[in-house]
């Protein structure tokens, strides 16, 4: 009987710079304050959010000075590149392996270009071999964890015994705008934190847990929910304040149609471990899922940690499920641009 793929390690890393959120208000008030009209009633975001603190590639002093694209993207290049490796190397060294021992890398990011892409800058600070395999996504947003994870989980499952190295990395900092006076750019402001997330996955005998299923949906007409618009001073956010509501609303019917792909039910899942974008995305999801409330206690967790970096994010949180000991079977979900929300089910013996 040939082996399932299965999850062997995880590895998450920050960027030095500690962003507290006092601070981020405070910043924003001197940023916004005099040119916003409605700036106080919307820095209350700062204080709901349940985000203590986050993590930037640069001081948040940097972000002030209001820099341009291309020194943006620079920075994106150097703190992503910076960041895959830290992740990478944490999730393979947990897996027993090097660099070396990878056939195949996904990379997926969203938050600048990179041209080679992530990895080829990475390589030779990591030792990949000449000849592997390299998958860049692009464009997935705070669903690209989950999207990633199923994509590697299937390139895994059609070379059994190779071995495939996933690395989301978001620098979503870098889209802080003091020259964009919007509601969506405040907002953004308070919730977005740096980030990466490494998983090496491989069809064997035995691992963490199993990769059992995978699915996306995606909503026709809900192109305006959620994206980047791209502009001469950077990535612009595209944040629709009905996200919480429409998760109310849809995404039960979603995750049904998902699970009954693979002969599963939602009473099935012990576990549902989603991409925290916000406090209130998070109350929208126990409600949707008819989860008690508090239910999603290690995403509040890591929102509060780390605050929404979009892709890696949902890492996050299975990293501290696997911390506490995973059920028997868990559904990692994330929503993301598209609009679309992605599900894994992981599977363990116990």
Partial sequence: MQDTVKLLSIGTAV?????DQRDAARASHQAFSSRFADFERLAKVFESSGIRRR??????????????WPDRNKVFIEGATDLFIAAADKALQAAGLAAGDVDTVVTVSSTGIATPSLEAFAASRMGFRPDVERVPVFGLGCAGGVSGFSIASRLAASRPGSTVLLVAVETCTLAFRMDKLTKANIVATALFGDGA?????????????EVEMSGQHMWPDTLEIMGWSVETEGLGVIFDRAIPPFATENVAPAVTAILARGDLTADDI???????????????????????????????????????????TALFVLERLIGAGLPRRTLLTAMGPGFTLSCVSLKTAA
């Fill in 197 to 209: 997330a490494a998983c090496v996955l491989r069809a064997t005998a035995n691992g963490i847990a």
């Fill in 15 to 19: 960027p030095p710079h500690v962003i």
């Fill in 270 to 312: 012990d576990r549902f471990a989603c991409h925290p974008g916000g406090a209130k995305v998070i109350d929208a999801l126990e409600t949707a899922l008819s989860l008690g409330q508090g239910a999603l206690d290690h995403e509040r967790d890591v929102l509060a940690d780390y605050g929404n970096m979009s892709s890696p």
């Fill in 55 to 68: 993590y930037g590639v640069r001081p948040i002093e940097w972000y002030l000075a209001t820099p341009d």
